[in-house]
């Protein structure tokens, strides 16, 4: 099985130069940041401007040093405020195409949208790709029961590590010989799997058609593991988050949760909800279309606390729920792949 | 207050020629049938081709007679299979367009998008109005609570009467002197309200805006009554009716069911859900965002049933609940309008 899996033949992917642009922030190249994490050999080296003050640590490279080292991609993985594509951003991206490397994007602002960029495009015969596009063709969610084993991370707000949940237990599960797959649903989760579909960006009736889309029918036994966006209980996004979990089918869950949180991403009047109304919710929207849909962990995100307190609320969540809770970055994931393995044991 | 509130300086509008084509079941005009019901003092006539074998008993008007007596939009609300806009529409619109009347459309396929069309409309200096296009500019829901009450029509499926029952509650408040007004969701609810945005055409992650958007705070005491879209149990929509649910911050629900229905529209593996799990789930997502949402009553659909059944099955699923229970069609509103006042006296 290839890393890229069914999309080997599009023309952008990975050897990958990564664009910080002018990047101040870590927030700001998180898409950047993960890729580096998650697919280290893909990424040659990165690309900065004079006023960037973050690094990945990865070589810093003119353009045409990256593609005479063999760079394919450029992706702008650094976001200005809003996802806003600057002229300093168009610039770089024109540079870069006439540099002969393709150019991908997790940004707001599409490249197809500036006519340069395009033009640039054309000229050297260099493919462009939008992560947050969603492409034409995605069906209407029929609620059919298909073949093989899909496990979603869900979570009780957006950002609390659902992404970094699924490729972590994408790695465990393929180093235990089991095949397994994650199935990106955001823009980051996009460029590092080299396929998926931006289910925000996708019309409302469609979301589900997406996630039965992006997890088909499996006959290998193996899992998909699927992205999870959002939350039931942000009052902005829940209806992307259950068309989800709708489409998804999954036969497991993960609920991930940061625990020093106080309220819902970017709504100070909304409190993160309960961790077991959560996990009850997503269970019982989940049972609609998959009843037999399971519990296997709690995924944390700690990185706002002490070691010591980390394991401690892993401890006291664990013990909450009767099941295992790591967190996937500096734990691991052994205990959830355990739990699940024997939760599903052919 | 005008019938058609803040959308009177749009240049389509009413007086309507009602286009029915060539129309052979009741299905395919429904658009143009809810128009002729609801707002029939906008319906001058029918424009019908020679194969149409159904009628809304409105006088049959070429297109120069309907100008001539003053109409100033020609509606398509006749749907072909899958909601393609054929040769015959296309050149009938042309026609229409080239007689001097505006044109609307509740067809999935977009007036704007037929370039022979456009040219009709740019050449007669006519507009054309797609009414399953959302507009620009939707916001991110942000779940603030805003002055003024709003009732949501849910349902145990699609096409059980959220919108007839919307549309007869704000009749009834008005006729009893209450300001009310009904906010349109759907394609046919924006032809009869002139206004409104179709949250299934809507981009994910603008769902709960779109509805916070078309309902916003209003300081007169008067009611907002939301048409409902979908299902919360309806595995290719359920996102797009929690996001509406939630942007709705409905202060009352009312639960619009049709009895005869085997299986949710659609899709045969899937039953109707249980009415009672069905009002609880809608009132448990509903206080993410208004803690006080109270259910009204049950709106039933008893077209497919005799009198003497209707009037039985509404006093059983009226005395299972303790609320009031009626075909708003057939019965009219007023027990739950009655309950709806009692319920927020002030």
Redo the contacts between chains.
């Keep these: 099985m290839s890393d890229r899996g069914e999309t080997a033949h599009v023309p952008w992917g990975p050897p990958y130069l990564l664009y910080l642009g002018s990047a101040t922030d870590e927030l700001s190249i998180k898409t950047a940041r993960g890729l580096a994490y998650w697919r280290p050999q893909w990424c040659l080296g990165q690309h900065r401007r004079r006023d960037c003050t973050v690094t990945l640590g990865l070589p810093d490279l003119a353009l045409d040093q990256a593609k005479a080292r063999g760079a394919n991609t450029m992706v702008i993985g650094a976001a200005n405020a809003g996802g806003v594509m600057g002229e300093e951003i168009v610039a770089d991206a024109i540079a870069a195409l006439d540099a002969g490397l393709h150019v991908a994007s997790g940004l707001h602002h599409k490249l197809r949208d500036h006519p340069a960029i395009v033009a640039a495009a054309q000229r050297n015969q260099r493919a462009l790709f939008d992560a947050r596009a969603a492409g034409p063709g995605i069906p209407?969610?029929?609620?059919?029961p298909r073949s093989g084993r899909r496990l979603l991370t869900v979570g009780t707000d957006c950002s609390v590590g659902k992404m970094y949940t699924a490729l972590a237990l994408e790695r465990s599960l393929r180093r235990r010989g089991h095949p397994a797959d994650f199935r990106a649903t955001g823009q980051t989760g996009i460029l590092i799997a080299g396929a998926g579909i931006p289910?925000?960006?996708?019309?409302?009736?469609f979301?589900?058609?997406a996630a039965e889309s992006i997890s088909p029918a499996r006959p290998d036994g193996g899992w998909d593991l699927i992205e999870g966006q959002g939350s039931?209980?942000h009052?902005?996004?829940?209806?992307?988050?259950?068309?989800?979990l709708?489409?998804s089918q999954p036969d497991a869950l993960v609920l991930c949760h940061e625990p020093t949180r106080r309220h819902m991403r970017g709504?100070p009047?909304?409190p993160v909800p309960d961790l077991r109304a959560c996990m009850e919710?997503n269970l019982?929207?989940a049972r609609?279309?998959n009843p037999a849909v399971r519990p296997i962990g709690i995924a944390l995100n700690t990185s706002g606390l002490p070691a010591h307190e980390a394991a401690d609320i892993c401890q006291r969540i664990g013990a909450l729920f009767g099941l295992p809770c790591e967190d996937p970055v500096t734990m691991g994931v052994e205990s959830l792949v355990d739990h699940l393995i024997a939760s599903f044991p052919n």
């Design positions: 209407v969610g029929n609620g059919r289910v925000d960006a996708v019309v409302a009736d979301v589900s058609g039931l209980f009052p902005s996004y829940a209806g992307v988050s259950l068309g989800l709708h489409g709504l009047e909304y919710a019982a929207a609609l279309t």
